[in-house]
């Protein structure tokens, strides 16, 4: 059944009558005229029931003496129907059993009585009450659902604009290109680990050997291309715990956290991964074809217990070793203590 609206927006309220005797439903119809209502009939207790299953009622005026089913026996039938228990029920009853009608009625959850012959004004004003109570409970049920959609809205807003603070400090700290850290990114944690532990951090210095060569040779795209591969592969020549990132260029760094003080040598080792991993062909996909690209790289490694106690001198003391990396004839890691060029494989002194 379509719902009756108000200007409100609140359904127009549905007033049940349940009376076996037809007559006294037209005298309570012609009577409850007078209030904005629709006025529903029921001549026994089933009709009662099955009418408020099909409509909300926002009051029933329940007969008490009815045959078959009694008022009783529907207010209670409609105390166990979850909501339905919830519409106000006021019993009309003959005057001689008045008051044993209205206790039982109570017990039932009537929320009033009537005597016959109904007093006119009382019955009004009652209905009226109870009229008013369910318009502003349908008034209240329209804030309430206003301010849950209001709320819906507005953590979908603090949601979207989370993501969207996420996202720009992502790409403050992020390289556009690799999604690798960027140089402030790399910086604040390198201050932090050296912070936290110094003797435990090591950083590697790399550069990448023929690069400019193949960015000139076959445009910035080709370039771009061997940058993303660069960056997976250094990523898999790491530890978990280890950050890699681009400083610019084709400049990558590396911050080698929690080193365990009982293997010296790791910081080598990790750096000769990366020369053994950058040495071995890269197989690009551009936009004209494929291409196979060969770079090499010169690593420079600092020991931020031995090389330097801020993240400046540590970074200026792998950089260092990296240039030396490179004037020795690339291709190869250099220690920032290390006054020799050092092959790969080399041991430590």
Same mark, same amino acid.
């Given at each position: 059944?379509?719902?009756?609206?108000?200007?409100?927006?609140?359904?127009?309220?549905?007033?049940?009558?349940?009376?076996?005797?037809?007559?006294?439903?037209? =005298?309570?119809? !012609?009577? &409850?005229?007078?209030?904005? $209502? @629709?006025?529903?009939? /029921?001549?026994?207790? *089933?009709?009662?029931? #099955?009418?408020?299953?099909?409509?909300?009622?926002?009051?029933?005026?329940?007969?008490?003496?009815?045959?078959?089913?009694?008022?009783?026996?529907?207010?209670?039938?409609?105390?166990?129907?979850?909501?339905?228990?919830?519409?106000?029920?006021?019993?009309?009853?003959?005057?001689?059993?008045?008051?044993?009608?209205?206790?039982?009625?109570?017990?039932?959850?009537?929320?009033?009585?009537?005597?016959?012959?109904?007093?006119?004004?009382?019955?009004?004003?009652?209905?009226?009450?109870?009229?008013?109570?369910?318009?502003?409970?349908?008034?209240?049920?329209?804030?309430?659902?206003?301010?849950? =959609?209001?709320? !819906?809205? &507005?953590?979908?807003?603090? $949601? @979207?604009?989370?993501? /969207?603070?996420?996202? *720009?400090?992502?790409? #403050?700290?992020?390289?556009?290109?690799?999604?690798?850290?960027?140089?402030?990114?790399?910086?604040?944690?390198?201050?932090?680990?050296?912070?936290?532990?110094?003797?435990?951090?090591?950083?590697?210095?790399?550069?990448?050997?023929?690069?400019?060569?193949?960015?000139?040779?076959?445009?910035?795209?080709?370039?771009?291309?061997?940058?993303?591969?660069?960056?997976?592969?250094?990523?898999?020549?790491?530890?978990?715990?280890?950050?890699?990132?681009?400083?610019?260029?084709?400049?990558?760094?590396?911050?080698?956290?929690?080193?365990?003080?009982?293997?010296?040598?790791?910081?080598?080792?990790? =750096?000769?991964?990366?020369?053994?991993?950058?040495?071995?062909?890269?197989?690009?996909?551009?936009?004209?074809? *494929?291409?196979?690209?060969?770079?090499?790289?010169?690593?420079?490694?600092?020991?931020?217990?031995?090389?330097?106690?801020?993240?400046?001198?540590?970074?200026?003391?792998?950089?260092?070793?990296?240039?030396?990396?490179?004037?020795?004839?690339?291709?190869?890691?250099?220690?920032?203590?290390?006054?020799?060029?050092?092959?790969?494989?080399?041991?430590?002194?």
């Amino acid at each position: 059944m379509d719902e009756l609206s108000t200007d409100e927006g609140v359904p127009r309220p549905r007033i049940l009558v349940v009376d076996d005797i037809h007559a006294n439903r037209v =005298a309570m119809r !012609r009577l &409850l005229a007078q209030v904005d $209502a @629709e006025i529903v009939e /029921a001549a026994s207790g *089933a009709e009662a029931l #099955a009418a408020c299953l099909e409509t909300q009622f926002a009051l029933i005026l329940l007969d008490v003496q009815m045959p078959d089913m009694d008022g009783f026996e529907v207010a209670e039938l409609l105390s166990g129907q979850g909501e339905l228990s919830q519409t106000p029920v006021i019993f009309v009853t003959a005057n001689y059993t008045a008051e044993l009608d209205a206790l039982q009625g109570y017990e039932l959850g009537a929320v009033d009585y009537l005597t016959k012959p109904v007093n006119e004004t009382v019955l009004l004003a009652k209905v009226r009450a109870f009229l008013e109570l369910y318009r502003t409970r349908g008034r209240l049920q329209q804030l309430l659902g206003q301010m849950e =959609a209001y709320n !819906r809205r &507005l953590q979908a807003e603090i $949601a @979207e604009r989370k993501q /969207a603070e996420a996202r *720009a400090l992502h790409r #403050a700290y992020h390289d556009p290109l690799t999604d690798l850290p960027n140089r402030a990114r790399f910086y604040e944690q390198l201050e932090t680990a050296l912070a936290e532990d110094a003797a435990a951090v090591g950083l590697v210095f790399i550069d990448l050997d023929g690069f400019k060569a193949l960015n000139d040779g076959h445009g910035h795209a080709a370039g771009d291309a061997l940058l993303v591969a660069v960056a997976g592969r250094l990523l898999g020549a790491f530890r978990r715990e280890d950050v890699v990132a681009r400083l610019g260029g084709d400049e990558f760094a590396v911050l080698l956290a929690g080193l365990p003080a009982d293997q010296p040598d790791l910081p080598r080792r990790l =750096a000769e991964t990366v020369i053994d991993k950058l040495s071995r062909p890269f197989a690009l996909e551009l936009a004209e074809g *494929a291409m196979e690209a060969r770079i090499g790289a010169s690593v420079g490694v600092a020991l931020g217990a031995r090389d330097g106690g801020s993240a400046d001198a540590l970074v200026a003391a792998a950089d260092a070793a990296m240039y030396r990396a490179k004037a020795a004839g690339k291709g190869r890691v250099m220690m920032a203590g290390d006054e020799a060029p050092r092959l790969p494989g080399q041991s430590v002194r």
